[in-house]
């Protein structure tokens, strides 16, 4: 399977700053990346699809102004949650596609916004 | 478009005991099939996966096998241990390759 990191892995931050989340890719050079959120006691999310070298593809109801999202490389993508509030706290989870289908997830970033 | 539905947990066990989480889907054609599983405060593993019909999916003692009659995916262990408690994950891609996840079933196992 692939590698796949996000950093950091946890951050609390004030409402009303930015927050950028890392994903990287260890050991694959992904063209496609996916970014999805996590309630607690909840299925995931799925936010937006990363592509390198062009603009993310949101899902509906994302507000693709507060959540950026860059995969300036095959091997880095990062989200960016502006202007964060207390709502947006959650689990963010980042993965790479490879092979038929399957996706290979990072170990998450725990958002806290007080 | 393609869906999953998997039982809702808790599911509670002692160790030892067998394990059976029900998953079917909906698909156009034969997607392949995966199971996740999230341990606490961590991201998602792929557990194992099927590709075709007919296939069986293994790792760990889990298994799951691909029936297209019944539109399953059930994922079995024949003795869990309390490290398998987690949250295992149904999934299959839709017609563009976004995966599609089940609501997640829990499941706990005391010794």
């Known amino acids: 399977g692939a590698v796949v990191s996000q950093h950091p892995s946890w951050v609390i931050c004030k409402s009303g700053t930015s927050v950028k989340i890392e994903c990287r890719s260890l050991?694959?050079?992904?063209?496609?990346m996916f970014w999805y959120r996590q309630f607690p006691k909840q299925s995931l999310m799925l936010m937006a699809t990363?592509?390198?070298?062009?603009?993310?593809?949101?899902e509906q109801g994302v507000e693709k102004d507060k959540f950026l999202i860059n995969h300036a490389s095959l091997t880095l993508s990062t989200l960016t949650v502006t202007s964060a509030h207390p709502e947006d706290s959650s689990f963010y989870i980042c993965?790479?596609?490879?092979?038929?289908?399957?996706?290979?997830f990072g170990p998450g970033t725990r958002l806290t916004v007080t | 478009g393609n869906s999953v539905t998997q039982m809702e947990g808790p599911v509670t066990l002692s160790e030892e005991a067998f394990l059976t989480i029900n998953c079917t889907y909906t698909?156009?054609?034969?997607?392949?099939l995966f199971w996740y599983v999230q341990y606490p405060g961590e991201g998602l593993q792929l557990l194992l996966k099927?590709?075709?019909?007919?296939d069986k999916g293994s790792n760990k003692g889990f298994e799951a096998t691909y029936r297209k009659e019944t539109t399953s995916f059930h994922l079995e262990k024949g003795s869990v241990q309390v490290s398998d408690s987690a949250v295992y994950f149904c999934?299959?891609?839709?017609?563009?390759?976004?995966?599609?996840f089940g609501t997640g079933t829990r499941l706990q196992v005391f010794p």
């Open positions: 698909a156009t054609g034969y997607p392949s």
């Open positions: 099927a590709t075709k019909a007919d």
């Open positions: 999934a299959l891609p839709n017609n563009t390759d976004k995966l599609i």
């Open positions: 050991d694959f050079q992904a063209t496609t």
């Open positions: 993965s790479l596609r490879r092979g038929s289908g399957e996706q290979y």
């Open positions: 990363s592509n390198e070298g062009s603009k993310a593809t949101y």
